[in-house]
């Protein structure tokens, strides 16, 4: 193969490239999620499941009883410096690895936007079978009014970027509620309000399937919901990502971010330090 051939054949491939992305783009754009499928190797897979599993392990031996008299389905903050004790090197491993170039690189091309980490989260199948699924938008939970909640939905890039650690039949999604506010009914029933309940079925919804390796990426402020009786069992990494917006960065836990020591040992460190900058603003302010 000559310098000409090798040289032409790099361009179709960056022109493949860039085509999927667009069409990665237009999917979200109609819709609010995307799945990347194959993104991620088995060898970057054991890196994020070792940390996981120990983390995972020590946080539900503590919180045992709260789990199932809670109904818990996630914990947050994997992250979190106090998971790290004596472990500054393992610390480090594990901020590199659930942060890989060939995930950073296809989500900021999806968006075009400045991202920045907010948070991680894992979720599982819940210890109490009482516990459904239950309809929701993210926002809901905060201290906003439902008329603010639904005057920001299109201002604000709020993301869960999921890694399954296993195998999954894991979210239902109700396609396009990232850019438009409930129906009578959808409102209804996430509200749990005249009558109805949030765990109901809902038309239009759509089951996710994903498997190890592929990444799924949708708004967090979307119709949403877990899916637990698909899956023997249920393990996947959220990792929490956004643009910039003064009613979350406020929420950007410093605790959960690399150090200043840390950070010069990360290499994709991009979206730690835009966190890293909102945390230090929040402080200041």
């Excluded at 890196?47 to 045992?64: A, K, L, S, T, Y």
Aim: proline share 4%; charged share 25%; net charge negative.
């Amino acid at each position: 193969m000559d310098k000409s051939e090798t040289h032409t054949n790099t361009k179709i491939k960056s022109a493949t490239e860039s085509g999927f992305d667009r069409n990665l783009q237009q999917q979200y754009q109609d819709n609010g999620f995307v799945v990347i499928r194959n993104l991620l190797s088995k060898q970057q897979l054991a890196q994020i499941g070792f940390h996981v599993d120990r983390i995972f392990q020590q946080w539900f031996e503590q919180h045992e009883a709260t789990i199932y008299r809670e109904k818990m389905l996630n914990m947050h903050s994997l992250t979190h410096s106090s998971y790290f004790k004596d472990r500054d090197t393992e610390r480090v491993d594990f901020f590199s690895a659930i942060l890989p170039q060939t995930l950073t690189q296809k989500v900021d091309n999806l968006f075009s936007v400045p991202l920045y980490f907010h948070n991680s989260q894992l979720f599982f199948n819940p210890t109490n079978s009482e516990r459904q699924p239950y309809w929701h938008r993210d926002l809901q939970y905060s201290d906003l009014s439902e008329i603010e909640q639904q005057r920001e939905l299109p201002n604000m890039l709020s993301l869960h970027v999921r890694i399954p650690l296993v195998d999954e039949k894991g979210v239902e999604l109700i396609p396009g509620t990232h850019k438009r506010w409930d129906s009578e009914l959808e409102r209804n029933v996430r509200l749990q309000i005249n009558g109805h309940r949030n765990t109901e079925k809902l038309p239009n919804a759509l089951l996710t399937e994903v498997n190890r390796g592929d990444v799924l990426v949708f708004n967090a402020q979307m119709l949403h919901r877990g899916a637990y009786k698909y899956n023997k069992q249920r393990k996947a990494l959220d990792l929490c990502i956004g643009e910039v917006h003064p009613l979350l960065s406020e929420f950007v836990d410093k605790q959960a971010l690399p150090n200043i020591d840390e950070l010069t040992d990360i290499e994709n460190k991009s979206w730690y330090v835009r966190a890293l900058d909102i945390a230090e603003r929040n402080k200041q302010n």
